[in-house]
């Protein structure tokens, strides 16, 4: 896998029944985005960033993880598509690709 692009933030917030305290995720870019106009990149990772702040809430015995593993996630904006998957035991959202539609 090529990452070409990583940023990191930390949430430090509690999580509810699992007793984590400190969650880091990570986004990692496994495609080139270099020909996304950057107020759309920086769309992108203020929506990836909102998700990444949700995600410590759900408990890890949620069902919602099932389903995140076998699903192909996406986000649109203006005209753009991101497709993207959740690595819960990595803590990481994954973007596969970026195509303008």
């Not at 305290?21 to 495609?31: G, M, P, S």
């Not at 203020?46 to 949700?54: A, V």
């Amino acid at each position: 896998m090529l990452i070409c692009k990583i940023r990191r933030w930390t949430r430090g917030s509690q999580r509810r029944g699992n007793g984590l305290n400190d969650t880091r995720w990570t986004i990692e870019y496994d495609c080139g985005i270099e020909h996304v106009p950057s107020s759309i990149q920086n769309d992108l990772s203020d929506q990836l960033q909102e998700i990444g702040r949700s995600l410590p809430q759900i408990h890890s015995a949620s069902r919602f993880w099932d389903s995140m593993r076998r699903s192909g996630l996406r986000l649109e904006i203006d005209g753009w598509e991101f497709g993207y998957r959740l690595d819960e035991q990595a803590e990481r959202l994954v973007i596969l690709y970026a195509v303008q539609r």
